[in-house]
């Protein structure tokens, strides 16, 4: 799981459904191995304990046993604790599955129920107080029992899941509503109505044998059978949407951390998604479907003689050819030395300038050698005779 995040009404009631089909199996043994002998049980001593009520003739005044009537209500008494008790257990039982859908552990009915009777004392201890605070709000106004309804909501999940104690677990509840009070009223309400409506459809065979004459064995059987029936399959479904409205106050108001609830749990394997969350998968990116290449586009056809070459590689044999390196003899060239010594030109015998300065200078690389000696003065004309 990447991160928690809070979620919407609809989203709470997919996520109460979807634990609710995940785990069926395990919330359903959870209660069912609880309530069904106590229900039973408290239809046989309802049985055992009918008085029969009449009318004296003589006076008007109705008739009874007075033991009888004793009998009946410690046996109804007697019934309800049982049914008390064993809700109890069976409440824990689910809120102990139900977590592990958050952590990634999956206990079975039987952990579960262990740790139900384990958490026994606190959970009664919780059901009298919040009981208590709900009759309060009735007394003091009827509008006014939503108040606690909504302060205590998430008490049940926060004495299970956070190991406090009672009063504390009803004050941590109170602070995680505050500031939402109307949504989580809201959330509550409507869960209620859910779990009315189901049980009334249940029911509509205990209406009908009311107005069909039947014996009140078969009506107690029947009444029972419906309220074993009705607990078994509401109580998980409430348990689940109090237990995700517990997750999204949390996540809401602290940025809650699931690793810590793990590690509460003794969950060791990674995290799931988030119930209720939706799921994002992103879609493969690739070509479109048939859309593949136009017709000419690849390597085609090739002509004789020239295969497909294999892979995207350089195709066997299309390397450089053979000579196309550097050519022998492409190196500095022999000969490049000093330049070759060229012979001296001729002297010029009619340049009045002699030799060029430097020119015939052997000190010279150019090989030209000393310069020429100077051409000799031309003769003199002879002097004449003397005396001629």
């Known amino acids: 799981m990447e991160g928690l995040r809070p979620l919407g009404v609809g989203e709470l009631l997919d996520a109460a459904f979807r634990i609710y089909r995940s785990r069926a199996k395990t919330l359903l043994l959870a209660v069912a191995v609880p ?6 049980f408290t239809s046989l001593v309802n049985l055992s304990s009918q008085t029969s009520f009449g009318v004296d003739p003589s006076t008007g005044a109705p008739a009874f046993d007075g033991g009888d009537v004793a009998l009946a209500l410690a046996g109804a008494l007697v019934g309800a604790m049982a049914t008390f ?3 109890a257990v069976a409440t824990a039982a689910c809120f102990r599955s139900i977590s592990g859908a958050y952590v990634g552990d999956d206990p079975d009915w039987r952990t579960s129920l262990r740790f139900g009777f384990s958490r026994l004392g606190s959970v009664l201890g919780l ?7 709900t009759v309060v709000g009735v007394l003091a106004c009827c509008v006014g029992v939503i108040v606690p309804l909504t302060w205590f ?4 999940p926060v004495l299970l899941v956070e190991g406090i104690g009672v009063t504390a677990a009803m004050g941590r509840s109170k602070r995680l509503a505050e500031g939402t009070f109307w949504r989580v009223c809201g959330i509550v309400v ?3 109505i859910l779990a009315s409506v189901f049980q009334s459809i249940l029911a509509a065979p205990v209406a009908a044998l009311l107005v069909i004459d039947v014996g009140p064995v078969a009506q107690q059987l029947v009444s029972g059978l419906v309220s074993a029936i009705a607990s078994v399959l509401v109580t998980p479904f409430s348990a689940a949407l109090t237990m995700a409205l517990y997750v999204d106050l949390r996540v809401r108001k602290e940025g809650f951390d699931l690793v810590l609830w793990a590690q509460r749990l003794g969950a060791t394997g990674p995290l799931p998604p988030q119930p209720g969350a939706p799921t994002f998968v ?3 990116y690739g070509p479109p479907g048939g859309y593949g290449p136009p017709p000419g586009y690849g390597y085609g056809t090739p002509p004789p003689g020239y295969g497909q070459p294999p ?7 299309y390397g450089p050819p053979p000579g196309y390196g550097q050519p022998p003899g492409y190196g500095q060239p022999p000969g490049y030395g000093p330049p070759p010594v060229y012979p001296r030109p001729p002297a010029d015998p009619t340049s009045p300038f002699g030799p060029e300065p430097g020119v015939d200078d052997p000190t010279r690389p150019d090989g030209w050698g000393p ?3 100077p051409s000799p003065p031309p003769p003199s004309p002879p002097d004449p005779p003397v005396g001629s």
């Open 190 to 192: 409507l869960g209620a």
């Open 85 to 87: 008790i064993a809700t």
């Open 127 to 133: 059901t009298v107080l919040s009981g208590l605070a």
């Open 371 to 373: 310069p020429s000696p």
């Open 311 to 317: 892979g995207y590689g350089l195709p066997p044999g």
């Open 35 to 40: 309530v069904v002998p106590v229900v039973v």
């Open 282 to 284: 992103p879609a493969a």
């Open 153 to 156: 909501a998430v008490a049940m």
